[in-house]
């Protein structure tokens, strides 16, 4: 049954980035550092795990540090702390969109953002 979603949390980018070996792989090197990822598509388009987050259109895995849900009203937002890790929060209907797809939302808009105050024009 579908309702309103709220979550608030804290996620900070996992400390490398590889591009050049297949997903399949990252998933295992994840693994071996202690991260639990309960289920994935092979290509990237779907990953569960109650540690990470990956975002596709980035090719870029998050960690949550802090995760809370809580039920209320629609919303979303993010920035971006001193020490690079990123603050959420969001609330939003869970018929039309799920978590992942609306924290992909979210990382690309910021990743947008920052492209721009850095003098960017982030296209991907």
């Given at each position: 049954m579908s309702d309103t979603e709220t979550h608030f949390g804290k996620l900070e980018k996992v400390g490398f980035k590889i591009k050049t070996?297949?997903?399949?792989?990252?998933?295992?090197?994840?693994?071996?550092?202690?991260?639990?990822?309960?289920?994935?598509?092979?290509?990237?388009?779907?990953?569960e795990s109650s540690d990470l987050h990956y975002c596709k259109e980035l090719d870029e895995f998050y960690k949550f540090k802090e995760h809370d849900r809580i039920y209320d009203n629609?919303?979303?937002?993010?920035?971006?702390?001193?020490?690079?890790?990123?603050?959420?929060?969001?609330?939003?209907y869970n018929g039309g969109a799920g978590f992942s797809e609306v924290l992909d939302d979210m990382l690309?808009?910021?990743?947008?953002?920052?492209s721009k105050k850095k003098g960017y024009n982030y296209e991907q």
């Open positions: 070996i297949p997903f399949k792989n990252k998933v295992l090197i994840l693994e071996t550092l202690g991260f639990e990822i309960e289920d994935y598509e092979e290509d990237g388009s779907y990953f629609n919303f979303v937002t993010m920035s971006e702390n001193k020490d690079g890790s990123l603050t959420f929060g969001c609330s939003f690309v808009k910021q990743a947008k953002i920052e």
